[in-house]
């Protein structure tokens, strides 16, 4: 069974730094595009950015650009989301989910999504 387990996640004070992690199991996600969402609460999920399967391409909602960073190893199955000078707008439940089709920021087109890692930023 197709599984994304996401960790990484934890309590950081403002400007700090993160770095999470998805790591697939049951099936290779190499020729899938990923993406990282979040939720916070009392709103809705948001896209954070996204990979090609190769790696080669990168996408980001604006207010992560320039902060955030998403790579991927695929000889290790794992995703991962580089998260630095973190505010406490950041705050929020941080989900991985993988698309067959290409790259995308839209939710609807991840057919496989993880539990989500917790992140806090603290004022």
């Known amino acids: 069974q197709a599984q994304l387990v996401e960790s990484g996640g934890g309590l950081v004070q403002a400007g700090g730094s993160l770095r999470l992690s998805c790591a697939a199991s049951?099936?290779?996600?190499?020729?899938?595009?990923m993406g990282w969402f979040r939720q916070a609460p009392g709103k809705e999920r948001e896209f954070v950015a996204a990979i090609s399967w190769s790696g080669g391409s990168t996408y980001y909602a604006d207010s992560m650009k320039g902060r955030f960073t998403i790579s991927r190893d695929n000889a290790k199955n794992t995703v991962y989301l580089q998260m630095n000078s973190l505010k406490p707008e950041d705050t929020a439940v941080y989900y991985c989910?993988?698309?067959?089709?290409?790259?995308?920021?839209?939710?609807?087109?991840?057919?496989?999504w993880g539990q989500g890692t917790q992140v806090t930023v603290s004022s």
């Open positions: 049951g099936r290779t996600f190499r020729s899938y595009a």
């Open positions: 989910a993988a698309a067959p089709g290409g790259t995308s920021y839209l939710a609807k087109s991840y057919d496989y």
